[in-house]
DNA sequence: TGTTGTTACATGCATACGCATATAAATTGG
DNA sequence: CCAATTTATATGCGTATGCATGTAACAACA
């Protein structure tokens, strides 16, 4: 049982933590950024069609998929009147609210993604597969799972 | 002892790791790049003379410091003029390399660097200080320090 | 030593981005 | 039920970005 922890930990070790997970993650995804399957759509036009499709019902508002996204919400709207142009999702409007737009992915759109996704799962895996052993694997994603739920 | 793993671990766990992993850091990039240190400078490029403080010797050529750097090559050179404009680092012409540039931090760079890099780390820890306890944050700094050492 | 290839950085160009703001719909408070 | 506020999305505008390519210096090798 990984308990909560009462006492918050020092300074140094939660940056040092941090410091380390985010330049983990920029030297994963520099490699991985120059892979093929990011020439069609870039990283971040993926990241939109990957969490429209993870996302409950395969639909969600604007605003709610800028949630999970580091770019502005004038860029995503930009972004999604692009992938609108290539057929790959849809803008339709919210019949309960008149200001919103509910997104979702065409069938085109989730066949790309799952295109994408296969090649990415492929390239990250031979990345980092060998660097950890299945439990550490375990225990990484259940401590990032963890700070990931803690904020806010 | 967290030894080397001989067999790989299987896909799913090594992808679930990572999404958790990369879901965690842009969450607490999202509630990060809107605090105020990042007005007068972006995430990018204070992210640049953080890497250009921590190098050794305080000094890298543009193609090494880009390493660290999801940003091109191209974006990089012109993101240097802009620094050094704004009087951050210096550009001068390697001795050993005429093709190559030595960039470093002015001190007023570094003073830069510093008053960001303390409110950057206040932030960080509000948001994830108690998310973890120590004990985790430093299994956590392990696995991310090992899943980045064997990028390569 | 000259040719061929590679590496380091810069630049032209089209496009994507963020900030500020506009518009329009929902919500809140009197 | 109307005015003020908030929320959801879009757009104008200046700037940053990536890709392709240029230039110049180094390296390798005949």
Redesign the interface.
């Known amino acids: 049982m990984?308990?909560?922890?009462n006492t918050?930990?020092?300074?140094k070790?939660?940056?040092?933590?941090?410091e380390?997970?985010?330049?983990?993650?920029?030297?994963?995804?520099?490699?991985v950024?120059a892979k093929p399957e990011f020439h069609k759509l870039s990283m971040r036009e993926y990241d939109v069609l990957f969490n429209l499709r993870i996302c409950p019902g395969g639909r969600s508002r604007l605003v709610d998929l800028n949630?999970?996204?580091?770019i502005s919400q004038p860029s995503l709207s930009r972004m999604v009147t692009r992938l609108e142009d290539k057929g790959l999702i849809t803008r339709e409007a919210d019949p309960t609210d008149q200001r919103a737009m509910q997104l979702s992915l065409t069938p085109k759109g989730l066949a790309v993604q799952q295109e994408i996704g296969r090649e990415h799962?492929k390239h990250?895996?031979e990345?980092?597969?060998?660097?950890?052993?299945?439990d550490?694997?375990?225990?990484?994603?259940q401590?990032?799972?963890?700070?990931?739920?803690?904020?806010?």
């Not at 380390?20 to 490699?31: C, D, E, G, I, Y």
């Not at 550490?136 to 994603?141: G, P, R, S, T, V």
């Open positions: 990984t308990g909560t922890s918050p930990a020092p300074v070790v939660t940056i040092d933590a941090w380390s997970l985010f330049r983990a993650q920029v030297a994963v995804m520099r490699k950024s949630r999970y996204l580091l799962v990250i895996y990345q980092i597969g060998t660097a950890l052993s299945e550490e694997f375990i225990q990484l994603q401590l990032t799972s963890k700070l990931r739920s803690a904020i806010q």
